[in-house]
C-alpha cells in the first residue's frame, strides 16, 4: 500500500493549494476530488467570473480552478478526482485512508472539505427515486451508451444546455426550464437556437410517469400542461453539498467546521483543515483565503513531520 507525506481530501481551491505548496516543499502529496476539482467554483458557479482574486480582474470560475489543479499537478502532486475519501482512520501513528478505489497511508492529513460532497439536486417528485436509472439520471452517461428514442433534459445552465446539445447528436431533445431566461453562456443559448433545440421555458415537471421504466413525463406550462414521451429524462438543476459521514471518521469532527490554530492545525496531531471547512475567530471564507490556507497548512505539515513526536 502506498505511503505518502500528506492526503489532501477535498479538491475545491483551499486542497488544490495546499497540495500544490506540498508538492513545492517536495513532499509526496496525493490530493482526493469527490467530483471533478475545483469545489463550489464548480459545483455551485461554474460560469461566474470571479473578479475577487489577486492578479486578475476577472477569470470565469471554471478557468481559476483548472488553473489550480494544473498546478499543483506541474509541482508533482498526484490528484485523484472522481475519487471520494470514505473513511479515515489512525494507523501506525499516521493515517489509513479508504476511497472509493482502494487505501492509501499518510503521514499528515490536510482537511479541505469545504462544504461537503456535492450531489445531484433532485426534483422533488413522488416516485423520483423509482425511476432513478431506470430512465432518470442525474448525469449525462457516455454518449455511445445512449439508446433513447426522446429524451427531456431540465435545467437551465450550462451543464443542462452542453446536456442537451449533446444528446440531441443521438436522439431527439426538449429541454425544460423553469424560467425564461438561460444562466448558461450566450454561445450554448445561440448554438441551440442555431441547431433547433426543442425548448419549452416557464414549465416544469409535475408528474413521472412510467411502468418498469420512465415512459412519459407530465410539463406544467404557464396556463396548460403537456405529457412528453420520455425514455430519458436527465436531471441538471444543480448541487447539493453534504458532510454526512465524516463525523464517523477518527478525525474528532463534529459539525460543518473544525476549528484550527493560526498554523491551520487541529486538535489532532498530524491532522490540518483549510478552506471552508476550518474555523477560526475573524475567518472570511473565500477563495483567496483558502488557498493562503493551503500555503500556511503546508507549512505547518513540513514542520510536523521533521518533529514527529
Ligand atoms: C454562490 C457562491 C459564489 C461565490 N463567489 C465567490 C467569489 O466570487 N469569490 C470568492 O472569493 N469566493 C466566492 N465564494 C466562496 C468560495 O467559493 C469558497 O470560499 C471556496 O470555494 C472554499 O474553498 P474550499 O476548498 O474550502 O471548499 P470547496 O470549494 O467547497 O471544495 C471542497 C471540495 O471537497 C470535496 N470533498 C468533500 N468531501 C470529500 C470527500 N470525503 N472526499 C473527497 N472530496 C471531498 C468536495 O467535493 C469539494 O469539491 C462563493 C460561494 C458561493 C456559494
Redesign the pocket.
Known amino acids: 500500500m502506498s505511503t505518502y507525506d500528506l492526503a489532501v481530501?477535498?479538491?475545491?481551491?483551499?486542497?488544490?493549494a495546499a497540495a500544490m505548496y506540498a508538492g513545492l516543499r517536495g513532499l509526496s502529496v496525493v490530493g482526493?476530488?469527490?467530483?471533478s476539482?475545483?469545489?463550489?467554483?464548480?459545483?455551485?458557479?461554474p460560469s461566474?467570473p470571479?473578479?475577487?482574486?489577486p492578479a486578475q480582474t476577472e477569470l470565469p470560475?471554471r478557468e481559476l480552478a483548472l488553473r489550480l489543479a494544473d498546478q499543483a499537478a506541474h509541482f508533482g502532486a498526484e490528484l485523484r478526482e472522481w475519487?471520494?475519501?470514505?473513511f479515515v482512520g489512525a494507523r501506525d501513528g499516521g493515517f489509513a485512508l479508504r476511497?472509493t478505489r482502494g487505501e492509501i497511508n499518510a503521514h499528515a492529513v490536510v482537511l479541505?472539505?469545504?462544504?461537503?460532497?456535492?450531489a445531484p439536486r433532485r426534483l422533488g417528485l413522488d416516485g423520483e427515486e423509482r425511476f432513478v436509472g431506470r430512465g432518470l439520471t442525474y448525469r449525462l452517461p457516455p454518449i455511445e451508451e445512449i439508446v433513447a428514442d426522446h429524451a427531456v433534459v431540465v435545467g437551465g445552465g450550462d451543464t443542462a444546455l452542453d446536456t442537451a446539445l449533446s444528446l440531441q447528436r443521438v436522439t431527439d431533445v426538449t429541454l425544460i426550464h423553469r424560467r425564461d431566461e438561460f444562466s448558461a453562456y450566450k454561445h450554448s443559448q445561440d448554438e441551440a437556437a442555431a441547431r433547433g433545440l426543442g425548448v419549452l421555458t416557464n414549465a416544469r415537471i409535475i408528474e413521472l410517469r412510467g411502468g418498469e421504466r420512465l415512459e412519459s413525463v407530465v410539463v406544467a406550462l404557464a396556463d396548460d400542461s403537456v405529457e412528453l414521451p420520455a425514455d430519458l429524462l436527465l436531471v441538471s438543476i444543480g448541487q447539493v453539498?453534504d458532510?454526512a459521514g465524516?463525523e464517523q471518521w477518527e478525525l474528532g469532527i463534529s459539525g460543518p467546521h473544525i476549528e484550527v490554530d493560526s498554523a491551520m492545525q487541529t486538535d489532532r496531531r498530524g491532522v490540518f483543515a483549510?478552506?471552508?471547512?476550518a474555523a477560526y475567530p475573524g475567518k472570511v471564507?473565500?477563495?483567496?483565503?483558502?488557498v493562503a490556507e493551503g500555503s500556511t497548512a503546508t507549512a505547518s505539515v513540513e514542520r510536523f513531520l521533521m518533529t514527529p513526536n
Open positions: 481530501i477535498g479538491g475545491g481551491p483551499g486542497g488544490l482526493f476530488e469527490a467530483e476539482f475545483g469545489g463550489q467554483l464548480i459545483n455551485l458557479y461566474k470571479v473578479t475577487n482574486f470560475s475519487e471520494p475519501v470514505e476511497s479541505a472539505l469545504g462544504l461537503g460532497r456535492f453539498p458532510l465524516v483549510v478552506g471552508d471547512f471564507r473565500m477563495i483567496a483565503t483558502a
